[in-house]
């Protein structure tokens, strides 16, 4: 992080993240191996084969593979098609996860050159006291301003999307701000976010049980509950990861 913020970070010339895995889908599309919009509903898996049942918008499919890999995060309700054991179940039952939200919200009344930082008056180290706003930033564009939110617990998109609104006004009735109520432009939720355990988990061997179920029944996975929320360490893990993957 600070080689990023001292020689700058790594992008794509058109400075366009969605630009990798648009070329990555169309490296995939070529031998016509991608299916969008499509939802696997059930899986028989053993130790040398998996088979899934995937719901298409052109229909039911199976698709029949040697090994799977997971990156979504790992939470019992998204693993649930996966045919999971108890072993898997034993482990992945353990996470709990955060809520972690974003978007843009246009004529709020703050000015196109303030920043607002969400800080806890009487909390160590200031830390914002969730859930909560952690900022609401200018982007260079007039009127629109972007918004990070964050919550010890998943919730719903309009509880979050009320208590944005609400801190906005907060803004106005404090005497701070001239706010408005702003339009939500758009709105991204990111939850679950920062799957995590107990420390006694830890303690107790959690994530050697959990990089023990690398290729066990042929699954493998990655993604930040395997690793950290950085997208360098992210792709290095998973560059080491896929050599054990094709093995």
Request: negative net charge; contains cysteine.
């Amino acid at each position: 992080m600070f080689q990023g913020i001292q020689a700058g970070f790594l992008t794509t010339a058109n400075h366009d993240n969605s630009e990798l895995y648009e070329k990555a889908q169309a490296a995939l599309a070529a031998v016509d191996s991608v299916l969008l919009k499509s939802h696997v509903v059930g899986c028989e898996r053993s130790n040398n084969s998996v088979n899934l049942a995937v719901n298409t918008p052109s229909g039911p499919k199976i698709i029949q593979a040697k090994k799977v890999l997971i990156t979504m995060p790992p939470t019992l309700s998204n693993l649930e098609p996966f045919d999971l054991d108890e072993t898997e179940n034993v482990i992945f039952r353990q996470f709990s996860a955060s809520g972690y939200y974003t978007g843009l919200i246009r004529n709020s009344g703050i000015p196109d050159n303030v920043d607002i930082q969400n800080i806890g008056s009487d909390t160590p180290f200031n830390i914002p006291v969730l859930p909560g706003l952690y900022s609401i930033d200018p982007t260079g564009v007039p009127g629109l301003h972007k918004f990070l939110y964050g919550s010890p617990t998943v919730l719903s998109n309009e509880a979050v999307k009320e208590d944005v609104l609400a801190s906005v006004n907060k803004l106005r009735t404090a005497g701070t701000l001239n706010t408005t109520n702003p339009e939500f432009v758009i709105f991204s939720s990111h939850s679950p976010f920062l799957m995590t355990v107990p420390s006694e988990a830890i303690k107790d061997g959690f994530y050697r049980n959990l990089t023990g179920l690398q290729g066990y029944r042929s699954m493998f996975y990655t993604g930040a509950a395997f690793d950290t929320h950085d997208s360098s360490s992210l792709w290095q893990f998973t560059e080491a990861l896929l050599p054990k993957l094709v093995a």
